[in-house]
């Protein structure tokens, strides 16, 4: 462990030297300070994923039938072989051969990890002001699925929503702001600022084609009596939702840091959902994914969105 705590300094500064733009040039031959690094740190996700591929590949011929399902003698010694080789692993081209895959040159590798953090900083996953040291100490986004939640941590004060799709058709986001059971407020793009200044939107952005709308939201300058916020986008630039490819909400620290997003599944033909809920629980905020549809486009109009809410059990 004392090892391990030595390294992460040096740890932090390769994950933003490796972020950085000027670094993340394709064709520029390998970089065995990148490959070391990016192995040592990504080693437990690895280990997951030959894990994968070898229990596939070990299953996919046997017939455990006459077992009632059992593995029999010599499947459960080659499960227990293939563990021990997956943990013996510690090199690339290692664990491409354990996933059944011939591993590309030192060269073509340090293009893959360059791709994936162009792919990571266009899909929002980090940002130009992603604070990795903290990443690396907390844990990385946490991803949503409907009904599940993400508590954000006390020290988070400032958090910014974005909500949008993989589309340049105009999808509005909104916040209704509710003190217990009673909706104060909905800050959206005709009315950009609540209470205060706490709750802030951006109006209407297309950013790389694509729209998006920004909510930032100070919790810490939120009054008491503010218990709850809801997040709602709505079809305002087709007939439903089905018109946009991948409706999501991702929340990020005002330092940059990705706590947590809710991709929508099944926008389906509804023109307006009910996508997260922020809610207050005693000192501390709890993230919802919520993914509840409402028939009604509530673009400057709330009330049927505000029936749907009152109708949630969370």
């Known amino acids: 462990m004392q090892g391990l705590n030595a390294l992460k300094p040096a740890v932090q500064l390769g994950m933003v030297f490796f972020a950085a733009a000027e670094n993340n040039q394709l064709r520029q031959g390998a970089d065995a300070r990148r490959l070391a690094a990016t192995f040592a740190t990504t080693k437990v996700s690895k280990r997951l994923l030959m894990f994968h591929a070898s229990f596939l590949q070990l299953v996919d011929q046997q017939r455990l039938d006459l077992f009632f399902g059992r593995p029999p003698q010599h499947l459960r010694q080659a499960f227990k072989a293939s563990v021990r080789k997956i943990l013996d692993v510690d090199n690339w081209p290692g664990f491409f051969a354990v996933c059944g895959r011939q591993c590309p040159g030192p060269a073509a590798v340090t293009d893959l990890l360059k791709q994936a953090t162009k792919n990571s900083l266009r899909k929002g996953y980090h940002t130009a002001r992603t604070d990795f040291s903290r990443i690396h100490a907390s844990g990385v986004s946490h991803v949503l699925k409907k009904g599940e939640s993400y508590r954000v941590d006390h020290g988070v004060r400032q958090v910014r929503l974005e909500l949008g799709s993989d589309s340049s058709m105009i999808l509005c986001g909104a916040c209704l702001v509710y003190e217990d059971l009673n909706c104060r407020q909905v800050v959206s793009y005709d009315q950009s600022v609540g209470y205060k200044g706490a709750v802030k939107h951006s109006g209407d952005m297309v950013v790389d084609g694509k729209s998006k709308h920004v ?91 505000k029936q749907d809410i009152a109708a949630l059990r969370l």
């Open 215 to 305: 909510i930032d939201i100070d919790l810490n300058a939120l009054p008491a009596a503010v218990t709850r916020l809801f997040l709602t986008l709505c079809s305002c630039g087709c007939a439903d939702l089905s018109g946009f490819r991948a409706p999501s909400i991702k929340m990020q620290g005002s330092d940059g840091q990705p706590l947590c997003q809710y991709d929508l599944e099944q926008a389906g033909r509804s023109p307006t959902v009910v996508m997260a809920a922020i809610l207050r629980e005693g000192g501390q905020w709890r993230v919802t994914a919520v993914g509840q549809h409402s028939p009604v486009r509530c673009c400057g109009n709330y009330s049927r969105v």
